[in-house]
């Protein structure tokens, strides 16, 4: 499958091969092009429609591309195929505040929302498949999140939701939606987290969590056993994983959003 990023407005792009580095790249590493209109030019959407906040995108295995937006004037998930023509829309109704947007091996659509406190998985043309979480009640148990963020998959089919505006961790299902475990509480300690706002997994299963407001992201086995901590890429707002374990991320500093590229390969390299 050819891998395509979409990218909101990006100031810097930067490389950071040392722990405690941040440093622009001057040269010609990584190369893109920003669709800064995509799905609106060429105009392809059903008329009067229009973009609100966009929280994700994600992409499936045929190339197209899954919107979730949050403006009264267009569905909450809007699907372009690859070069931005609309294909379809759906979502009316469903939703209060659709936040994360994640495609599983299956092509199915897991959508997290951070207002009505559920996990939704949905086929790929909007039926939905079954709800995680008690629509309007945030808690902590096995069967409740507090404004859950995003959702990662393992190769089994096993799943992690970060439960993560309201809650302070990490909880693991199988692949029929059981609880399995959970971890992390509210701090700054290894396996604490100060909103944990999204994760990825690698082909070794392990665990990427960006712990946003501790400026970090930390790294678990796939049972919440923690292994080690990036400090240097800021405040982490997206990541995304390809199959050869490149690891994008979209960060912040000082106002400035940062596209970082692929971490693990060059982790990797320093550590011949």
């Not at 507090?146 to 961790?169: E, H, I, M, Q, W």
């Amino acid at each position: 499958m050819k891998l395509t990023y979409l990218l909101l407005p990006i100031l810097l792009a930067v490389t950071c091969l040392a722990q405690d580095g941040w440093n622009a790249h001057e040269g010609g590493l990584l190369k893109y092009r920003v669709m800064i209109r995509f799905g609106e030019e060429p105009d392809t959407l059903p008329d009067c429609w229009r973009f609100g906040r966009v929280s994700a995108v994600a992409v499936d295995s045929a190339g197209n591309v899954y919107v979730a937006q949050r403006g009264p004037h267009a569905d909450p998930i809007v699907v372009f195929d690859a070069k931005g023509k609309y294909i379809r829309s759906w979502g009316k109704g469903v939703f209060s505040i659709p936040h994360g947007l994640r495609v599983d091996a299956s092509d199915h659509v897991w959508v997290t929302d951070t207002g009505y406190h559920l996990v939704m998985e949905f086929t790929n043309d909007g039926k939905l498949v079954r709800t995680l979480g008690t629509k309007g009640k945030p808690d902590a148990t096995q069967d409740t999140f507090n404004r859950p963020t995003d959702v990662a998959f393992f190769k089994n089919g096993d799943f992690l939701v970060t439960d993560g505006y309201g809650n302070s961790r990490v909880v693991k299902f199988s692949r029929d939606g059981k609880y399995l475990m959970e971890w992390g509480k509210r701090g700054k300690g290894p396996g604490e987290f100060d909103t944990p706002h999204v994760a990825v997994i690698d082909s070794h299963q392990n665990v990427y969590v960006s712990d946003r407001e501790n400026n970090r992201i930390q790294i678990f086995d796939s049972n919440g056993k923690f292994l080690r901590q990036w400090t240097h890429l800021g405040a982490t707002q997206g990541m995304d994983i390809s199959p050869k374990d490149e690891l994008w991320i979209v960060s912040h500093r000082n106002r400035e959003e940062n596209l970082v590229p692929p971490q693990l390969e060059m982790e990797r390299a320093l550590n011949r």
